[in-house]
C-alpha cells in the first residue's frame, strides 16, 4: 500500500503565458520568495503599517516614505554584504541603534567635544561598508 501519491515532489504551475519556455516560467517561480521576504522586511523590520490618509497627496508621500525605507534597507544589507559580511536587516538596525555619542560643551573654553561609544565588529563593519569614518573616545568638534 502506497503512503504517498506517485506524484509527491512535483508541482505544476497553471500559466496563461503560451510563449515562454517551460525553464523560465520555473525560474520565474522560484523567484517569488523575494518578493515574500520583501513583504517581510516592511512588515517586521520596518513596521510598516496602513496609515489611513484620504488626500491623494498624503497617499502617495506615505507610499513613497515606505518605499524609500525599503529600498535603503535592502541597499544597505546589500552594500554590507559585498564588502564585508551578510548581516540581518534587524542586526543592522539593533547594531546602529547601539552605536552612540554624546555631545559634551566645555563652559570655560567653550568648546564643543563628542564622545563616542564602544563599537561592535557588526557595527564598524557598518560604517565601513559606507565609507564613514568613527572615531572612539574624545574629539573636539571644529
Keep these: 500500500m502506497l503512503l504517498y501519491p506517485l506524484w509527491d515532489g ?3 504551475i497553471i500559466t496563461n503565458d503560451t ?6 516560467l520555473l525560474a520565474r517561480y522560484r523567484r517569488l520568495w523575494v518578493i515574500e521576504e520583501s513583504f517581510r522586511i516592511q512588515k517586521h523590520h520596518l513596521s510598516i503599517r496602513p496609515i489611513y ?5 498624503r497617499i502617495e508621500a506615505h ?4 518605499y524609500m525605507a525599503f529600498a535603503l534597507v535592502r541597499h544597505a544589507a546589500y552594500r554590507i554584504e559585498v564588502q564585508q559580511k551578510k548581516i540581518s536587516i534587524q542586526d543592522i538596525r539593533s547594531e546602529l541603534w547601539r552605536t552612540q555619542s554624546s555631545i559634551l560643551h566645555d563652559k570655560e573654553t567653550g568648546k564643543f567635544y563628542r564622545v563616542t561609544s564602544k563599537m561592535s565588529s557588526e557595527a564598524r563593519a557598518i560604517y565601513q561598508a559606507f565609507g ?4 572612539y573616545g574624545t574629539r573636539e568638534i571644529v
Design 53 to 57: 490618509h484620504f488626500k491623494p497627496e
Design 10 to 12: 512535483f508541482h505544476g
Design 132 to 135: 564613514v569614518p568613527r572615531h
Design 63 to 66: 507610499v513613497l516614505l515606505c
Design 19 to 24: 510563449t515562454s519556455k517551460s525553464e523560465e
